[in-house]
């Protein structure tokens, strides 16, 4: 079936980094555009990063830009979000989400992965 | 960058009454872009309507939404119990940025 299955969070310090992955399985992974979401704890939802199909064309929210990288490996059906520079608000569980090609919704999301910044 | 309010905070309702959600944004929005999502405890979102007003598959006929421009609505016509969750806007701007709105949770009265 249709599936993303995010891994690589965990407990890290300001100033850190970490590397978040999502595999993508039952769908042609290079046909779709890919986000990362996340959702601080008690609260909603906040879009951080787009990449398109092809890895060509990559936007960032503001408040990650120079700190997040988003990438993708269509070969390997994958999905990656280097984080550095972690700070204490990035506190959050990070969803990937795949691009719905209708209306630039998300149409299948991961079941997500929690990071902590915390000294 | 658009904002989008969404209101109630939270309704309290009974299982079989009408949910209506407004979602209001700060400019006009394009209806081909405007969505909602359901999200229970503990649960990743799930995609309801995308285009304003287009079933995503396998949602039920009983969610609908409406709208354009600066107001946005889903309607719920008939709450079943496990409809009961926190419901959330999104929109695309043609900038390369997404925004939610900060979520309407739908609870048991």
């Known amino acids: 079936q249709v599936q993303l299955v995010e891994s690589g969070g965990g407990l890290v310090k300001p100033g850190g980094s970490l590397r978040l992955s999502c595999a993508a399985s039952?769908?042609?992974?290079?046909?779709?555009?890919m986000s990362w979401i996340r959702q601080a704890p008690g609260k909603g939802l906040e879009w951080v990063s787009y990449i398109s199909s092809s890895g060509s064309t990559i936007y960032y929210a503001d408040s990650v830009k120079g700190r997040f990288t988003i990438s993708r490996d269509n070969a390997k059906n994958s999905l990656y979000l280097q984080m550095n520079s972690l700070r204490a608000e990035d506190t959050a569980v990070y969803y990937c989400?795949?691009?719905?090609?209708?209306?630039?919704?998300?149409?299948?999301w991961g079941q997500g992965t929690m990071v902590t910044v915390s000294s | 960058e658009i904002v989008l309010t969404q209101s109630p905070g939270t309704l309290s309702l009974s299982p079989g009454e009408r949910a209506t959600l407004s979602c209001r944004a700060s400019?006009?929005?394009?209806?081909?872009?405007l969505a909602w999502y359901q999200q229970k405890p503990g649960q990743a979102p799930r995609l309801l309507i995308y285009?304003?007003?287009s079933r995503a598959t396998g949602i039920p006929d009983r969610f609908s939404g409406s709208g354009s421009g600066t107001d946005f609505t889903l309607t719920i016509s008939r709450l079943e119990p496990e409809d009961f969750a926190v419901y959330y806007c999104?929109?695309?701007?043609?900038?390369?940025?997404?925004?939610f709105g900060q979520g309407t949770k739908v609870e048991i009265k």
């Open positions: 989400a795949r691009g719905y090609p209708v209306g630039d919704a998300f149409d299948i």
């Open positions: 039952g769908f042609t992974f290079s046909d779709y555009y």
């Open positions: 999104q929109q695309y701007g043609s900038t390369g940025v997404w925004t």
């Open positions: 400019q006009s929005v394009s209806s081909s872009y």
């Open positions: 285009g304003a007003s």
